[in-house]
């Protein structure tokens, strides 16, 4: 390649690791172009900036590396173009070599045009001398430049940081920052992108119960704090890197002598707790009389465990202790929950003038990017985020502009919400009028026909910035009522800014993609458990979590639903048949011949994640599959003894189980045991498919015979629970054709949404509660322990073999 034949020419590759510069295919269309800063240990230190440009990467050598600060004009020699995948080189180029010495990554990320709307135009630009440009890195970030320098020498070229809020107000030197790449792998963020908040739904009024936590929400930015070996960063909601906005609170958390990641509120305030949010944007330095508090209130990771599968009061506890290990910070803050019940925190609120309140399910685990009905929210005051989508001509003694035009998305198009003029102060009309400037593009990007207050005065932006407004109320037609400015916002995407609406209990529908498919998900907001207050979107999110676990349950097995449309306090019902020409195409269904009908019934068939989540949304709580698959009907997978007490105390079903497992020992029968859920136990077997049902059953029956002549007093083999009134009923009448039990990890329509959880036997012994297995704890279970049931595959029984010992 003719463009690369100055950096072939210097150098042997069969000597050196680095690139041979053979061109990467061009991409189609528009893609992001990249840019990279290499710290180069050669026979002197330097840095090498490079920008993605024309197919290759422009190169320039920076003797004392990129700065930050403005004032800096740092030299910065134009080199040979090196190939695009240098961008990821790091190594040793051996003695001898052209460039000898280390190349380490500074900093990368991409870049994108400042003074030109194409890469044409842009290199155009580079050909004449002067190019303006927006670094997106770790590091460096925000608008720079490289200009030529007037003389003889066209190679001599200046790299300068322009002013704006990455800028810093001091001389910048690059060998203080120099760590290792950023790649948030310290605490194993699997993605390698930056956490995601876990965040709240808006509620009409405050939760009550004791199973509540209060706190203050606070009027700030949400930062995720990341601190590990790597370095410490700050992210907001959406990803942004913060560092350079926030360096006195980057400081403080590098202090810290653990790995974690904490989730917190960055704020602005003054002596009397009043927040200055506007100022936020613009980050340090900020007036003296003000101050920089980051308040903590959760933590995602602990070292290089994740802890967000703990419960809230569990992560509290660990936040305490963590705190008690800082001293001297000034910044960040601890979080306390707000004493009282709902009617005082609200009552403090009021007098205190708060924004609102955040209310926390004491259990709740923490939920990275979801927004969950275990965090929600009350206001005070209304407050909604818009897109400025341009501005109208000052009035009377105001200068700069009067009002903001605002708009906001719905279903992907931009809708006007109406004009703010309220707010502003001086300083902030004029910040705002210097950003709004840079934006003007005479484009309406609302609707044809669409009603704009003022519009013959209005200066149309192209809709990237984003303001958060405080208002009345809505009007009938979709506008704000009496809107006053709050701030701009530089946590968010445009993308992102749509009504908040408040959450109600039969509305919210959502569609999700799973396995290439979309599955509706409707009423996610419905109380199911209401003693519980567990709703059906935590049940679906349940599923979802524990489809692993559960599926190998299920393969190829006909399931039958129980539906709780309406939550357990109502009347459910079953439902085998369903009518495969109403379902979605890819819900698999299978025809089986029903004896008792004398017609096939068309079952479901759940072998995936997808059909698990239309299973549960339809409301089925139970997942009860057969105990054979519908490839072999009559040959049943597992054998199944169900303890059910029937009234009577459950330390007795605890001893009965476990003189089980001391006969099936006896005998070489693999047993595995579980929870019904309910309210006993149910003792599994793999038969592997070996025996029709009359042999599995009979077998069954023989084992529940010998349990019952052994405790006369207190089981029962009688089918009639009138006659069993106060003893355990060993039922082996389970282990028939078409006959369902709920599935291993299945959740149950009980209060406590308690599960099906497979145990080891050793914990089968005194203080085992069926309910302390439920929809928050089988999470961390599985997650914490080994799985008990993980040999059951490897370990068929052999019917015949166990008779001849018994």
């Avoid at 961008?87 to 380490?104: C, D, L, M, R």
């Amino acid at each position: 390649m003719a463009k690369l034949a100055a950096y072939t020419k210097k150098r042997d590759f069969d000597r050196t690791d680095e690139p041979r510069g053979k061109s990467p295919a061009k991409k189609q269309g528009k893609h992001k172009l990249r840019f990279v800063v290499q710290r180069h240990h050669a026979s002197r230190l330097h840095y090498d900036f490079r920008l993605e440009l024309d197919g290759v990467l422009k190169s320039w050598a920076v003797p004392k590396g990129p700065s930050l600060y403005p004032k800096d004009k740092r030299l910065a020699m134009q080199v040979e173009d090196h190939p695009v995948d240098y961008a990821s080189f790091e190594g040793n180029i051996p003695k001898g070599n052209y460039g000898a010495g280390t190349v380490h990554i500074f900093d990368s990320g991409y870049y994108e045009f400042s003074d030109t709307d194409d890469e044409k135009g842009f290199l155009k630009n580079w050909k004449k001398g002067s190019i303006k440009f927006r670094l997106m890195g770790h590091i460096l970030r925000g608008e720079f430049a490289l200009v030529r320098m007037n003389g003889d020498d066209e190679k001599a070229w200046l790299l300068i940081k322009h002013q704006d809020k990455y800028a810093t107000d001091k001389p910048y030197n690059s060998e203080d920052v120099v760590a290792e790449p950023v790649k948030s792998a310290g605490l194993a963020f699997k993605s390698g992108l930056p956490p995601k908040p876990m965040l709240t739904k808006l509620v009409e009024k405050l939760p009550t119960g004791t199973e509540w936590l209060y706190e203050k929400k606070y009027d700030g930015f949400r930062i995720l704090a990341v601190h590990d070996r790597q370095g410490t960063y700050l992210y907001s909601r959406n990803g942004k890197l913060m560092n350079y906005l926030f360096p006195s609170l980057v400081d403080e958390i590098a202090k810290l002598d653990r790995e974690v990641c904490l989730d917190g509120e960055l704020v602005i305030e003054d002596k009397d707790k009043n927040a200055h949010f506007q100022l936020i944007a613009s980050g340090e330095p900020i007036p003296s009389a003000l101050e920089l508090h980051y308040y903590v209130f959760d933590i995602l990771r602990l070292e290089k465990e994740a802890v967000t599968a703990y419960r809230l009061e569990e992560r509290r506890d660990l936040l305490k202790l963590l705190f008690k290990r800082m001293h001297g910070m000034k910044v960040i803050q601890q979080v306390e929950s707000l004493k009282g019940d709902s009617e005082d925190v609200q009552r403090i609120a009021e007098d205190n003038n708060w924004e609102g309140i955040v209310a926390k399910e004491k259990d709740s685990r923490y939920l990275e990017g979801t927004r969950s009905t275990s965090w929600v929210k009350y206001k005070l005051r209304h407050s909604q985020e818009a897109v400025i989508c341009g501005y109208t001509r000052p009035q009377g003694n105001r200068d700069f502009f009067g009002a903001l035009v605002l708009g906001l998305y719905k279903e992907d198009q931009l809708v006007y919400i109406g004009n703010c003029g309220t707010g502003f102060s001086d300083a902030l009309l004029q910040s705002l009028y210097t950003a709004m400037q840079r934006l003007e593009n005479g484009r309406k990007p609302f609707a044809r026909g669409t009603k704009v207050a003022k519009e013959k005065e209005v200066t149309w932006l192209k809709p990237t910035l984003i303001a958060e407004v405080y208002y009345s109320e809505w009007t009938k037609e979709g506008h704000l009522r009496h809107p006053v400015f709050k701030m701009l916002r530089d946590d968010k995407k445009a993308k992102e800014i749509k009504t908040e609406e408040v959450m109600g209990i039969d509305k919210k529908e959502e569609t999700l993609k799973v396995g290439g498919k979309t599955v509706e998900l409707t009423n996610l907001d419905k109380v199911y458990w209401p003693k519980d207050n567990y709703v059906k979107g935590q049940m679906i999110a349940y599923y979802e979590e524990m489809a692993e676990w559960i599926l190998p349950y299920l393969k190829d097995k006909p399931i039958s639903l129980h539906r709780f449309p309406n939550g357990i306090d109502q009347d459910g019902f079953f439902q085998k048949d369903v009518d495969p020409d109403k379902i979605p195409g890819w819900i698999k269904t299978v025809p089986i011949y029903a004896e008792s009908t004398g017609k096939e019934i068309d079952y479901i068939v759940c072998n995936n994640k997808q059909t698990l989540l239309y299973i549960a949304n339809l409301g089925s709580i139970e997942i009860n599959p057969w105990l054979a698959t519908y490839k072999k009907p009559e040959k049943p997978d597992f054998a199944v003894l169900d303890l059910d007490p029937n009234g009577a105390d459950f330390g007795e079903v605890i001893r009965i189980a476990q003189d089980a497992k001391k006969l099936l020992d006896k005998i070489g029968v693999p047993a595995f045991l579980k929870t019904s859920g309910s309210t006993g136990l149910h003792i599994y077997l793999y038969v592997k498919a070996k025996y029709d049902y009359e042999i599995v059953r009979d077998f069954v029956q023989l084992l529940a015979s010998i349990l019952h002549e052994r405790h006369l007093e207190t089981t029962s083999i009688v089918r009639d629970p009138k006659k069993r009134r106060g003893m355990i009923y060993l039922d082996f009448l389970q282990n028939r054709r078409g006959q369902t039990i709920a599935a291993p990890y299945s959740l149950r329509p009980k209060e406590g949404a308690t599960a099906s959880a497979p145990l080891f036997w050793e914990e089968l012994k005194a203080g085992l509660e069926i309910k302390d297995f439920n929809i928050r704890s089988m999470l961390k279970r599985v997650k914490d322990k080994k799985d008990p049931w993980a040999s059951i595959w490897d370990k068929p029984v052999n019917i015949k073999q166990a008779l001849a010992r018994l």
